[in-house]
Each structure stands twice: as structure tokens, then as C-alpha cells.
């Protein structure tokens, strides 16, 4: 038995600022309007339900609460360099310099910030925050830049 979770009628969704380096347009920093969807697939367990949907929200809100209104870099990528010091996080991607204030930024432990790469962050967040009992089988996370298009990602347990 599958379980939903839609971002966009839930209202789980975030807005950040990012850039794709070796992309030939989404090089440029630009933003989103994301909705983070959840799926999991199991068994009801006795009392007929297959996991409480409060606690699925909750994680994924919380995921999604750090991403919000930031600007979004890769850390782990080759092509960035990324300096953190005192206030300022100055970014050097081929012939550019970006700086932001400290505050507005969140650097994450990826190679690059892409649906698909946030996808897979979102999951390990999410299955890092719940105690997934074992009448579930394979949890999945999508995420969509805009409505009509995104990213699965997926993890049999």
C-alpha cells in the first residue's frame, strides 16, 4: 500500500536561489518555487495504518524549513570556491565572485544544486528524522522545481 504526500497541496514547499555550474543557461543564478512530495510503500500494521502522516509532514517540513529563502550552494562541488568568513560567503565560479551575507546562505554537503540532488538531500534528511518501522518497504522523496516538472529519488528498506 502506497502513501502520498503532495508538497503543493500541503503547502510543503520552499523558495531558494541557486546556479548549475557547466550549465549553459541555468549557470546563472536564478530561483525556484519548490514542492517537496513524499511517497512510502508498506503494510498497515494491526490498527490499519501503514505510518501516521503527522510524523511524515513533520520531517518533511523540518527538511524543507532550512532550505527557505536561501541561496543554496554545492559544497562538495570542483567548480566552486567557496569561502566562509566572518559575515560574508564569497562564491568564485569561472570569471564571476558572488558574496552574500553569512545569514543567507546554506551550503550543502552536494555536489551540485539540482532537483535531483535535493531529492536525494531531502531523503537522507527525512528517513534520518523518522523511526521507519519495518512493515515499510521503500520510501521515495520528489521534488519540483515549478509545477509539471522534478525529481524522484528512492530507498528500499
Known amino acids: ?7 503543493w497541496e500541503l503547502g510543503i514547499t520552499f523558495s531558494a536561489c541557486h546556479f548549475l555550474p557547466g550549465h ?4 546563472r543564478l536564478h530561483g525556484h518555487n519548490y514542492a517537496v512530495h513524499l511517497e512510502l510503500d508498506g503494510e498497515p500494521l494491526e490498527d490499519g495504518i501503514v505510518f501516521d502522516f ?3 509532514k513533520k520531517a518533511l517540513r523540518e527538511a524543507v524549513e532550512e532550505l527557505d529563502h536561501c541561496v543554496l550552494m554545492p559544497g562538495q562541488s570542483e567548480e566552486l570556491g567557496i569561502d566562509i568568513s566572518g559575515e560574508e560567503v564569497s562564491v568564485q565560479y569561472q570569471d564571476k565572485r ?9 551550503v550543502l554537503e552536494l555536489e551540485a544544486v539540482s532537483a535531483e540532488m535535493l531529492a536525494v538531500y531531502i531523503l537522507k534528511r527525512v528517513t534520518n528524522a523518522l ?6 518497504r ?15 529519488t528512492w530507498k528500499k528498506l
Do not use: S
Not at 101 to 106: G, I, L, Q
Not at 131 to 136: D, H, W
Not at 138 to 152: M, N, P, R, Y
Open 1 to 7: 500500500m502506497k502513501l502520498r504526500l503532495d508538497g
Open 24 to 27: 549553459q543557461k541555468c549557470n
Open 54 to 56: 503527522v510524523l511524515l
Open 98 to 106: 558572488y558574496v552574500f551575507p553569512k545569514e543567507d546562505v546554506n
Open 131 to 136: 523511526t521507519l518501522t519495518p512493515n515499510i
Open 138 to 152: 521503500e520510501i521515495g522523496v520528489g521534488i519540483d522545481e515549478g509545477k509539471g516538472q522534478g525529481a524522484w
